[in-house]
């Protein structure tokens, strides 16, 4: 299976399993109904795209679920997706691009800085 992408639906449901490592789905079709509005069946067919992706697993007894795919791993998937589709896979034109149009706070070009020397010293 290629690389897992989600939409903001699925990501509703993925927060909850990373938060909580395993919830049976009757669980997070009420903390979903309570806090975006869905009904119960959307909730179920979004947990079924997610078994599907192999981004969740369900196990037995009472339909629990769990994430198999880290958060990590889409917020690494998303990163490369935003890259490739915006900006010719270079992030540092995207990180030029975002200067020039947002600037940084002075605290956030210290510890970007900072995190670049970490990284050299790990190289």
């Known amino acids: 299976m290629g690389?897992?992408?989600l939409h903001d639906?699925?990501?509703?449901?993925?927060?909850?399993?990373?938060?909580?490592k395993m919830l049976a789905a009757k669980d997070i079709a009420k903390i979903?109904?309570?806090?975006?509005g869905w009904e119960k069946n959307?909730?179920?067919?979004?947990i079924k795209r997610l078994i599907d992706k192999g981004a969740i697993e369900r196990q037995e007894p009472g339909f629990m679920c769990?994430?198999?795919?880290?958060?990590?791993?889409?917020?690494?998937?998303?990163?490369?997706s935003l890259l490739d589709r915006f900006f010719s896979g270079s992030f540092?034109?995207?990180?030029?691009?975002?200067?020039?149009?947002?600037?940084?706070?002075?605290?956030?070009?210290?510890?970007?800085?900072?995190?670049?020397?970490?990284?050299k010293l790990q190289s």
């Open 92 to 119: 540092s034109t995207m990180f030029a691009e975002y200067m020039h149009t947002h600037g940084f706070k002075s605290s956030e070009v210290l510890e970007m800085e900072n995190k670049l020397k970490m990284y």
């Open 32 to 36: 979903i109904k309570e806090y975006v």
């Open 9 to 20: 639906g699925e990501l509703n449901v993925m927060e909850l399993l990373w938060s909580n």
């Open 66 to 80: 769990r994430a198999i795919v880290s958060k990590q791993t889409i917020q690494n998937n998303e990163i490369k």
């Open 42 to 46: 959307t909730t179920y067919t979004v």
């Open 3 to 5: 690389e897992i992408r």
